[in-house]
């Protein structure tokens, strides 16, 4: 079976492109036609140096799929802040070296001790297929996820995808010159996150009690929050320990890991009722 693309369906990809439909209707056509075993997908771009060897940015350009689109959007901010990239070698090693339009396969076995690791560990993503290919300065990347409990791709599967690679590569392109990367900064995304869960735990927080978290989110230190909050370091630590106290947890990485079981919860619940 062929990865062909109706007439139709190419029109309407290049019409909606610089749009959010443009999105949409790319998902619709990789699950329905390309793969229908898909999950999820992530578009990425990264800039390469003037040399095209190391690199020097990444930008989110969109996501679109089955998995809850909150985790995403704070899971994709903080592999962005973190540089999270720059970790994945073997990842970086195609980028820095890619001409002409490429696939690679992998699994989301190893996680880093970091929030980003932490959120991928409890995901239900599991093997990754990504097309990769360059225009000028930059490295496109469009990732097809399939979740831990479907059979791996097959050969005539993957050949299959390889097909859509010089067709997807110079499309995600021009749609990045006329669309804008769909994250806003990540302190607000993990800001909007944290108060979320807050309301959906049912749980009161003061003013500074809550700033002080997401502060603490952001991998600030307590001389960082003193000093932007401008207050003592001390004080810092009182209201740091109140607000994890009326949470529960002990410190940072557990009040981290409360936020993503209170989604989970409150996800499960909604699938229930």
């Known amino acids: 079976m062929h990865a062909s693309i109706a007439l139709e369906t190419a029109g309407s990809l290049l019409q909606s492109m610089g749009t959010p439909q443009f999105t949409s209707q790319l998902w619709q056509w990789l699950h329905d036609v390309v793969d229908p075993a898909s999950y999820h997908m992530t578009a990425l771009r990264f800039r390469r140096g003037s040399q095209q060897s190391a690199v020097e940015q990444l930008d989110v350009l969109f996501f679109a799929g089955e998995a809850d689109p909150e985790e995403t959007r704070l899971a994709l901010s903080l592999y962005q802040r973190d540089m999270e990239w720059k970790q994945d070698r ?3 090693q195609f ?9 690679v396969l992998s699994r989301n076995d190893d996680h880093p001790p970091t ?12 093997e990754e297929c990504s097309l990769l290919g360059c225009e000028t300065d930059y490295v496109y990347l469009l990732s097809i996820f399939r979740t831990r409990h479907t059979p791996s791709f ?13 067709f997807l590569i110079p499309l995600l392109a021009r749609h990045a010159q006329l669309s804008t990367p769909c994250l806003a900064a990540s302190q607000d995304v993990l800001q909007q996150y944290f108060d979320r869960c807050l309301q959906l735990a049912g ?18 230190s307590v001389p960082q929050i003193a000093e932007h909050v401008s207050i003592s370091q001390c004080s810092v630590r009182t209201y740091m320990e109140r607000a994890l106290t009326k949470i529960g947890v002990a410190n940072k990485s557990e009040l981290f890991a409360w936020c993503v079981a209170v989604e989970q919860t409150h996800r499960q619940s909604a699938l229930l009722s």
Request: charged residues 20%; hydrophobic residues 35%; contains cysteine.
């Open 90 to 92: 073997q990842l970086l």
């Open 95 to 103: 980028i820095e070296q890619v001409q002409d339009p490429q696939l």
């Open 115 to 126: 929030a980003y690791g932490r959120m991928i560990a409890q995901s239900p993503l599991g």
């Open 154 to 166: 097959t050969l005539s599967e993957l050949s299959r995808l390889r097909q859509t690679c010089h």
């Open 203 to 220: 749980k009161q927080l003061s003013g500074r009690e809550r700033l002080i978290c997401h502060a603490m989110l952001q991998g600030w």
